[in-house]
């Protein structure tokens, strides 16, 4: 469960009438491990809007880098992408981490195979990880009590201020740092 | 003895102008994540903007094809920002900075070259990149 307020039924509702809204299509029809790239047909500027209807329903910032992007930030140019364009074991490895159920990743493919990757699923799970992060008490009044009227946006029951939750880039460059020290992905890093 | 070879590297992305022109009006901050402040004095002098931002943007979606990264599925990613499409007399010309430009660099791209053109409800950009390689 994401937090007690918002559940990951409920995020997946979204995720799917988020897809329905931009792409103009069933959201009866998404199944969350299609492509959303490769198989409902999304393109660049579809992502700007369906990442843009999410944040505002869930008050949330999901992250703006690609995993890759931030393993050469934090880790080192060359660690992800290698000269050839196509990904090191250690983004491999990363990458089958986040996306369990992508098949088609492994070392040495394409860095531009990897947005095909993008599932309903994968960013309900991205927003999912974001809720999880609802502090135990307002940081404004300090009161612990959260309310949230519509199941997706929370706000507190002492002061009614909207939560606010860590963005996406700063939750997976945490991430990056506590798989490298528990698992050591990247050799030179 | 180390021989140089000449590869090109192309990139193309089409944009749909009205999808884009609904974006921007409800998304008003988007211009300032998306468009250089160069970028931006070019578009909004003109008397309709959004066309030019939209061939823009899809400079920027066809650079980073022909870096071979891929559309970005990420919404707002910042290496957009970073691809910049400037003039010179007429011209577009296309100016990376940051980690587009460091990728260019590992790819040994030398020279790279932009196209734009928009009618209607469409506009498109073409980029050419010229790679050098030691062998």
């Given at each position: 469960m994401a937090n007690s307020l918002v559940t990951r039924e409920r995020i997946d509702q979204e995720v799917r009438a988020a897809l329905a809204t931009t792409l103009r299509i069933d959201a009866n029809g998404i199944g969350m491990e299609q492509s959303i790239i490769n198989d409902l047909g999304a393109t660049s500027i579809d992502f700007l809007d369906i990442n843009f209807r999410l944040e505002q329903v869930f008050g949330i910032r999901l992250a703006s880098q690609l995993l890759l992007d931030h393993v050469e930030e934090e880790l080192g140019e060359g660690t992800a992408i290698d000269r050839d364009n196509k990904i090191t074991a250690g983004a491999a490895a990363l990458l089958r981490e986040q996306?369990?159920?992508?098949?088609?990743?492994?070392?040495?493919?394409?860095?531009?195979?990897?947005?095909?990757?993008?599932?309903p699923g994968s960013i309900a799970t991205a927003v999912e990880k974001i809720i999880a992060h609802l502090p135990d008490a307002c940081p404004a009044c300090s009161a612990a009590s959260w309310k949230s009227d519509d199941s997706t946006k929370v706000a507190c029951g002492g002061c009614g201020k909207d939560a606010e939750y860590p963005d996406g880039d700063e939750l997976t460059k945490r991430w990056i740092h506590d798989m490298q020290r528990e698992k050591q992905l990247f050799a030179n890093a | 003895m180390s021989t140089t070879h000449t590869r090109l590297r192309h990139g193309i992305d089409l944009v749909y102008v009205p999808k884009f022109a609904d974006l921007l009006a409800r998304q008003p901050e988007l211009t300032a994540r998306l468009f250089t402040d160069a970028e931006r004095a070019y578009c909004d002098?003109?008397?309709?903007?959004v066309p030019h931002y939209a061939a823009r943007f899809a400079a920027k979606e066809a650079a980073l094809k022909a870096l071979g990264l891929g559309i970005s599925p990420t919404g707002v990613d910042p290496k957009l920002k970073d691809i910049e499409v400037v003039r010179r007399g007429t011209a577009p010309h296309l100016t990376l900075h940051g980690k587009p430009a460091e990728h260019a660099q590992r790819l040994g791209v030398a020279d790279s070259t932009v196209s734009l053109t928009h009618d209607g409800d469409h506009a498109l950009a073409s980029v050419i990149m010229v790679t050098k390689e030691a062998s």
């Open positions: 996306f369990p159920e992508a098949e088609s990743i492994k070392a040495g493919i394409y860095a531009d195979e990897v947005p095909a990757v993008v599932t | 002098r003109l008397p309709n903007p």
